[in-house]
């Protein structure tokens, strides 16, 4: 069930395309074998195919469930228990002495927008945005 708040805004996606969001608490979502109650999100009227339901899982949900990611084995690690920057050293370390893992620095923006550093043949380097598609939870 959708409760809407008396909040809406207009968001542009990467096209430049303008679209209406409108917020709202989801009372439950699943994830896996994860519940979670009261969940923040916005649904849009962001242009896509109707038999393509889009669910982005914005950089703030991300950010509040801790979010480790492992693309080799297709999985997303989530908690809601307080990590400590001791823990999040920890796990980093693990990543890297224990596997081919490298550690590479995001620098957050005023916008709360993810970027990296990246050099294309020996040039000056570029930055380039970490794109999860949006900032918060969207459907």
Do not use: W
């Not at 909040?7 to 679209?19: E, I, P, R, T």
């Not at 690690?77 to 590479?104: A, M, V």
């Not at 995001?106 to 900032?135: A, E, F, M, R």
């Amino acid at each position: 069930m959708l409760n809407k708040r008396q909040d809406s805004n207009y968001s542009l996606n990467m096209a430049g395309q303008k679209s209406k969001n409108h917020s709202v608490i989801l009372d439950e979502i699943e994830i896996g074998n994860i519940h979670l109650n009261n969940i923040k999100a916005r649904i849009t009227t962001q242009p896509k195919k109707k038999q393509y339901p889009i669910i982005v899982i914005g950089l703030d949900f991300l950010e509040k469930y801790n979010a480790i990611f492992d693309f080799s084995r297709s999985y997303i690690y989530l908690t809601n228990r307080t990590i400590t920057p001791k823990d999040h050293y920890l796990i980093g370390q693990k990543l890297q002495n224990n596997s081919n893992y490298l550690l590479i620095n995001l620098t957050k923006l005023i916008s709360q927008y993810q970027i990296i550093p990246i050099t294309v043949n020996n040039n000056s380097p570029i930055n380039c945005l970490v794109d999860t598609g949006t900032s918060i939870y969207n459907i």
